[in-house]
């Protein structure tokens, strides 16, 4: 359990966390309370190539490229329209093909277009699980389980084999 003051988890600088192209980032979380840009899954310390966030309203946020990482291509922060509750158990998943990426709550992909062409630098840094690092220290504030990334954009399909937790994806 991450207490949103300052523990996270620091899963170390591995080169197969080095993602540039296509990209799926899926976790279950269960939130005791939202802040803005609290992190799930960032990729970085000082700049950051990926992040699965929060928002103060209860969106997920995806934050590609935050404070120029090295090689990168665009850059943005992104919210759902759809809300997540605190309390409950929700699967967030984000997804990336090369051109558009895609946002899922619960299997149901959200009405967020972000058609925008990311290039996703690289930066000799940790991955860091419950805080988000670049910009400021956002901590998340609940439970978090299943966290799952691929170098490849997953369908929507095997977005819900994941978040049924039957099939292997890989």
Known sequence: ELNGIGNFLDCGDDKSLDITDTLTIAAWVKIAAFG????IVTKG????????????NGALRFSPNWGN???????GSFN???????????????????????????????????????????VK????LGCDFPGG??????VMDEV???SRALTEAEILKVMAGGAAVS
Do not use: R
Request: glycine fraction near 12%.
């Open 137 to 142: 220290d956002e901590y998340f504030d609940g």
């Open 125 to 128: 840094e940790s991955l860091i």
């Open 80 to 122: 759902t329209n759809t809300k997540m509750k605190a309390g409950e158990w929700t699967h967030a998943a984000i997804t990336y093909d090369g051109t558009q990426a895609h946002f899922y709550i619960n299997g149901e992909q959200d009405k967020l277009e972000v058609k925008q062409d990311f290039t996703f630098g690289v």
């Open 69 to 75: 990482p090295a090689g990168f291509k665009g850059a």
């Open 36 to 39: 803005n840009w609290d992190g």
């Open 45 to 56: 310390i000082n700049s950051g190539p990926y992040a699965m966030q929060l928002w103060g």
């Open 148 to 150: 799952l990334i691929f």
